[in-house]
């Protein structure tokens, strides 16, 4: 039989089709747990990882009807003041506080280890078996949008826009180094 497809959607659902052959699908699954647009998916055997425009990542059991098995918020967001007439005296300002939530922008999963791509540049690793964060590297100055995660060697490579157009003018100049992830 042919493994499942997914989709993650802009109404914050994630489908799961069954592949019947080449060009039939059927709709057997929708997951709902996102709160915002999902961004980004992964899967393994065993798990399939979507996160969101709100920085949450949900990990599904795909062993066990698709059940939520971990979930990680956001970590937090930032609040920005704002007012709402600009032109009008400091004593006069009406103060809003706004939330940004950054999205995480793309996931990879390997075992019982997630690895999350941030549009801050941020690269977060949590352990679906204990749902805790392991660690926060600031890995770029800009959105990572793709995540290696090894198969066979405990590696996780972040790829940005910035270190993607660096690999390409190696190319173009012939370096050697352009083969490396920044």
Avoid: M
């Amino acid at each position: 039989p042919l493994r499942p497809s997914c989709a993650g959607c802009s109404n914050s659902e994630v489908l799961i089709f069954e592949l019947k052959s080449i060009g039939a699908a059927e709709l057997r699954r929708t997951l709902n747990g996102h709160d915002a647009p999902v961004a980004s998916l992964a899967a393994s055997n065993k798990h399939l990882v979507s996160a969101d425009e709100s920085g949450d990542v949900r990990v599904w059991d795909a062993e066990n009807s698709y059940a939520q098995s971990s979930a990680f918020a956001s970590s937090g967001c930032v609040c920005v003041h704002r007012f709402r007439r600009a032109r009008a005296r400091a004593h006069e300002r009406e103060p809003t506080i706004l939330c940004a939530r950054y999205p995480c922008t793309s996931v990879g999963i390997r075992e019982d280890v997630v690895a999350a791509g941030y549009s801050t540049g941020h690269l977060r690793i949590f352990r679906t078996r204990t749902s805790e964060l392991v660690v926060e590297v600031a890995a770029h100055s800009r959105c990572i949008n793709a995540i290696d995660v090894a198969a066979h060697q405990p590696l996780v490579r972040p790829g940005a826009a910035a270190a993607a157009a660096t690999r390409q003018k190696r190319r173009d100049r012939g370096d050697s180094r352009a083969g490396g992830v920044g």
